[in-house]
Every structure is written in structure tokens, then in C-alpha cells.
């Protein structure tokens, strides 16, 4: 792992006695490269093999790539389920698998708060790790930055990653058709309300984790069941949830979206907490799942692979269709059918 904020030299001088992050552990001196070889080397990497240049070097095959980063910012940093750590691993890993690539590499960048006790940042490290490993990418270069206490909340993460596009892998909304399936691989809304209920400041106990997981090898067993074209879209369900994107979908593609009640599945704690907030379960962040829309003739054949591949509750949840063109509607046991719109605001903010 690499960090600009290191000693020029790599020779260890100072071991690591401080109980919390201090000025000096962002000033690339010996509290630095403590930091660095105590802390950051044994999750991310082997301190005797790495030299720690000012970029990693990676063999990339011909062909395309896709890049993307993402901050994490959530408070709680740790809740049910998981950890700021897993999930800013896993939040850049499915945002690379639904573009169709196959993640290979990330980067981490941590801005820490003055007083932050390094015990948890080792947690938080190790986590990361962890949550790496199960996905199979490696964590290559990465950057600290220390803040004056209050000028930050604990720690805030960055991870950039990249992935290899498989040949014939193309997405998006124009390859959209009328009749496709929308597909989802799990049940919705654990993230969010995991995350608000471990706050402390609802009237609300229940026993709810998040779904933060790596979708990676989902998408990869959803590309493995049908021809490549069958594949038109894909998106992870995060902030605004569903809703959110499917409104995204429908705009993009400029053809309608007919959703069917009864295809999701929300565990009872978590419609239970939705309903005493007042919060349709369709707009809260998911970590863990993720929509694609495929052909209609390649519906059963996608979800059966997705079962196969762990995601046991996956479920077909509606259908593109013509109009009315742009809005998404969601039809329910009864037969009645509603709008959902994108909401203006997110009423969840920092889960992620």
C-alpha cells in the first residue's frame, strides 16, 4: 500500500505508542511511518516485500477498464452488520461488477480526526481487509490525512477502484427493451434503517444488520447463466434505494416501469421500522443487493443463477413496459397501482 504522506526513507524508527491519532501521525515523520507499518501495512499488504513507491504499477490486459470512486462518511461508523471498513469496500466494488467489470483494484484514502483511538482505526483497517479478501481485490496504494479535532467526524474513507470489461459487456439505459424483467438478488432496506437504529436517537430497538456485502461474484454468475446481450442494465440499489434508480431507468430509457408489490421482500423488522418512520421501504439505501434488468425470455434462466450463487431471496419484481413512458408504477395485491417518483431529498442521510 502506498501513502504520500510517508518519510522518504523506509527505515523503521519509531515504534507506535500512541493510544490515538494525533497531528503528528499526518506530517510524514516517524509517528507517520509508524502509523504506516503498525497499522496500515499488516491489513493492507506485506511490509517486508512492499517499497512503497509514489504509485502502484498494474498489468492491465488489452481491452477496456472501468474506474470509479466513492467517500464514506456514515455515523454510526460501526452498526449492525458491518463497519464504515466493509462497507467502503464493498460500496466500490458493486459499483464496478453493475458496470459489468470485474473488480481487480483499490485504492483508500483516510482523512482521520485528531483523537480517533488507533485501536479502532486497526479495526476499521482490518475490516477492510477482510472485506477485500472476500472479494477478491487487492488494496494497492492509499493516502492518510490527519484534521484538528472537530474538524471531522472520526473518519471519513475514500476508495477508488478499478475493473477489467469483459469483451461484449455493454449496459444502459438504450439497451433498455420493452418486456425486459427487472430482477432484484435480495431483500431491501436492511442498510438504512441498520444504520439509523444504531444511532441511538429513534425510540426504536429492533434487530435489524445491514446487507453490506460484495455483489461481485453474483454479477458474475448472472453473466455466466445468459448470453451477454440478454444483460441490458444493472445498478446497485444504495442511496434512495429502488425507487431511486428504477426512476433512473425509466427516464433514461424514456419506457415505463411496472413493479410488482409483492416481487420484494422486506423482512418484518425492517417494514415494521419503516412504517413507525413513515418511510416506504422502496426509498431506503440498500448495501448488499443490486437490479438488473435482462431480456424476457432470459428472466428464470438469471434468477435461478442467482440462487445458485447465494442470493437465495433474488426475485423478479417487474417489467419494462411502454407506458406510460418515463414514470415507474408499482402495482399491489389488489390490482391498484401507484406512482413512485424520486423523492427531492434523502431521508436518511449519512448511511454511507
Not at 501513502?3 to 505508542?17: E, F, K, N
Request: glycine content about 12%; overall charge negative.
Amino acid at each position: 500500500m502506498n501513502d504520500t504522506s510517508r518519510p522518504a526513507q523506509r527505515t523503521r524508527r519509531t515504534p507506535l505508542r500512541d493510544v490515538s491519532i494525533t497531528m503528528a501521525h499526518g506530517s510524514g515523520g516517524k509517528a507517520a511511518a509508524a502509523l504506516l507499518e503498525e497499522v496500515f501495512l499488516p491489513a493492507f499488504g506485506n511490509p517486508a516485500s512492499l517499497s512503497l513507491p509514489d504509485a502502484a504499477t498494474l498489468a492491465v490486459e488489452a481491452g477496456r477498464i472501468a474506474y470509479t470512486t466513492d467517500s464514506f462518511v456514515v455515523q454510526p461508523i460501526r452498526f449492525p452488520g458491518a463497519s464504515i471498513g466493509e462497507l467502503a469496500i464493498n460500496g466500490t466494488v458493486n459499483d464496478l461488477a453493475v458496470s459489468g467489470a470485474q473488480p481487480r483494484w483499490l485504492t483508500a484514502g483516510f482523512i482521520l480526526e485528531e483523537g480517533f483511538p488507533i485501536e479502532e482505526l486497526r479495526r476499521v483497517t482490518q475490516d477492510m481487509a477482510r472485506a477485500a479478501s472476500s472479494a477478491g481485490v487487492e488494496i494497492v496504494a492509499g493516502d492518510t490525512k490527519v484534521v484538528p479535532h472537530g474538524a471531522a467526524d472520526q473518519i471519513f474513507i475514500n476508495t477508488s477502484g478499478i475493473g477489467v470489461i469483459p469483451p461484449g459487456r455493454t449496459l444502459g439505459e438504450d439497451h433498455v427493451r420493452v418486456g425486459d424483467k427487472l430482477i432484484i438478488s435480495g431483500p431491501i432496506a436492511a442498510h438504512g434503517m441498520a444504520v439509523m437504529i444504531a444511532r441511538g436517537n429513534l425510540a426504536i430497538t429492533a434487530p435489524i444488520e445491514s446487507d453490506c456485502a460484495p455483489l461481485n461474484h453474483q454479477v458474475e454468475a448472472l453473466y455466466g447463466s445468459v448470453n451477454v446481450d440478454d444483460v441490458r442494465w444493472m445498478r446497485d440499489a444504495t442511496r434512495g434505494g429502488v425507487a431511486t434508480v428504477v426512476n433512473e431507468l425509466a427516464h433514461g430509457s424514456g419506457c415505463g416501469v411496472l413493479l410488482a408489490e409483492e416481487g420484494f421482500t422486506v423482512e418484518p423488522a425492517v417494514r415494521a421500522a419503516c412504517d413507525m418512520l413513515g418511510i416506504d421501504p422502496l426509498y431506503v439505501a440498500n448495501e448488499g443487493c443490486f437490479i438488473a434488468v435482462v431480456s424476457e425470455d432470459s428472466g428464470d434462466q438469471a434468477l435461478e443463477a442467482l440462487r445458485g450463487a447465494g442470493a437465495m431471496r433474488a426475485s423478479i419484481i417487474g417489467q419494462v413496459v411502454e407506458d406510460p413512458p418515463g414514470l415507474v408504477g408499482v402495482r399491489n395485491s389488489f390490482g391498484g397501482t401507484r406512482l413512485v417518483d424520486m423523492l427531492v431529498t434523502d431521508p436518511l442521510p449519512r448511511i454511507c
